[in-house]
């Protein structure tokens, strides 16, 4: 029988989750997942960066990065289709939110995020949580 102080924190297992999430994406350079829990830890949405569903492209279209870029919808846009305002208490990414998705979450209410890994491009995201007062933690090898 399993010690109830042997399972794995809320964090770390908010983190995995978003993990496994992120192997549903299809993006070759960058899968990303995101899980979202209500005030009660009950998961209440898992999403993954990629194109809106079925649609289908040609190879060709995942070989240049920055042209594909406008075109991915984002895991945590995903994610906030989801739920509505005040539902989620905590979600969890693999890669930090970029700052637009950082304003979009400040907008549904959400109080903690959890990541794994930050993307060097945009840090705003940190900003806009503190101006919004919500609480952020990096999460780093579970």
């Known amino acids: 029988m399993t010690n109830a102080n042997d399972r794995i924190s809320w964090d770390d297992y ?8 992120s192997l549903r994406s299809e993006d070759p350079f960058k899968k990303v997942g995101a899980v979202a829990f209500d005030h009660d830890h009950r998961v209440i949405g898992v999403a993954y960066n990629g194109l809106a569903p079925g649609k289908t492209v040609d190879l060709n279209f995942w070989s240049n990065r ?5 075109f ?27 700052s637009s998705c950082a304003s979009m979450i ?5 109080k903690r995020v959890l990541y794994k890994e930050e993307y060097e491009r945009d840090q705003t995201a940190h900003e806009i949580f503190s101006f919004y007062g919500i609480s952020t933690l990096k999460i780093v090898d579970i």
């Open 14 to 21: 908010a983190i995995k989750l978003a993990e496994v999430a």
């Open 66 to 70: 920055d042209k594909r870029r406008p």
């Open 72 to 98: 991915m919808i984002h895991a945590e846009q995903n994610l906030l289709s989801l739920f509505k305002r005040g539902e989620c208490h905590t979600i969890a990414c693999t890669l930090l939110p970029c």
């Open 106 to 110: 400040a907008g549904y209410g959400i």
